[in-house]
């Protein structure tokens, strides 16, 4: 939707219903579920063994591994507990409602921005 289409009275209820979304993500982002740092990868892997099946394609795994930088590089954990990796969902949702709620506050200031400039007159003598 865009805003310069809209007549002030239009925006405002916008505002007013991005303002509803916003109060939700922020009690969501207020109170987080238990996490851990990292995304989660399912790995497949080869051995090493020559005589091993996984030289010839048929690779090991599925592994599930947190990744996560350490002083510039990636740190690759593997996990085998639904405990963990459920915390590192619950990490990557909470970003993802990070990011949601800064696309709502950049939208609510677009639309300010567009009231503010077609109330805004130049004045001259």
């Not at 207020?30 to 048929?58: F, R, T």
């Amino acid at each position: 939707m865009n805003s310069e289409n809209l007549k002030p009275d239009e925006i405002k209820k916008s505002i007013f219903d991005l303002l509803i979304r916003h109060e939700k993500l922020i009690n969501k982002l207020l109170s987080p579920d238990p996490m851990i740092e990292g995304c989660i990868h399912i790995i497949y892997k080869k051995c090493g063994n020559p005589k091993c099946h996984c030289k010839d394609g048929k690779l090991h795994g599925p592994y599930t591994a947190i990744v996560r930088k350490q002083n510039g590089k990636s740190k690759l954990t593997y996990v085998d507990k639904l405990d963990i990796i459920d915390k590192a969902k619950a990490y990557k949702k909470y970003n993802k409602r990070l990011a949601s709620l800064r696309k709502i506050n950049e939208k609510i200031f677009s639309y300010l921005r567009y009231l503010r400039d077609i109330n805004t007159t130049i004045y001259e003598k």
